[in-house]
């Protein structure tokens, strides 16, 4: 390739992964105690957060039926809510990434094994212990990485009510 093509290229790949980032709500905005009703509605359904679900590289929460958040960027949305809102998220943030690791870790020692059968030994010399408890690790993963859901769902639910209480609004 020649120097106009990486030019190209490098101006592409800023524009993708920098121009084209989605602006998001992150604060809560003041609201005025004379405020009626139907605009503490408007304001809580712009506002409440869902807990979109969990899709292989993490989890997701949505805001405003639209707008849909990696877990890393909605760190930002519960610094603005309660503290156990905060502690909620952290907590599974920190579970989400020990699945993560021990997933890691457990795909490693299957795919050890597996690619030495692969690549040209035999089944009988392949290490049947590595398998296994790679095989382990990976199951463990994933039981831990639905505890980190858990946390996640019990943390929006916590910053919702956190913002009905500030909105003073009833459902």
Known sequence: ?????????????????????????????????????????????????EYFGSILTGSYFQQDDSIKFPYPVAGELFEHSSEEAKLLYSSG??????????????????????????????????????LGSGAGLSIVSFIVAEVGISFFSDATEEYNRH???LLKYEE
């Open 1 to 49: 390739m020649n120097i106009k093509s990486h030019k190209l290229l490098s101006i592409l790949a800023i524009f993708l992964f920098y121009g084209c980032q989605t602006t998001y709500k992150l604060a809560i905005p003041e609201i005025d105690p004379d405020v009626a009703q139907e605009e503490r509605e408007f304001i809580y359904e712009n506002y409440k957060l």
């Open 93 to 130: 943030s920190a579970t989400t990434i020990t699945a993560g690791i021990i997933g890691g870790v457990g795909g490693g020692l299957i795919g050890y094994p597996l690619g030495t059968a692969i690549g040209g030994k035999k089944w009988e010399t392949v290490d049947y212990i590595l």
């Open 163 to 165: 913002l009905r209480e």
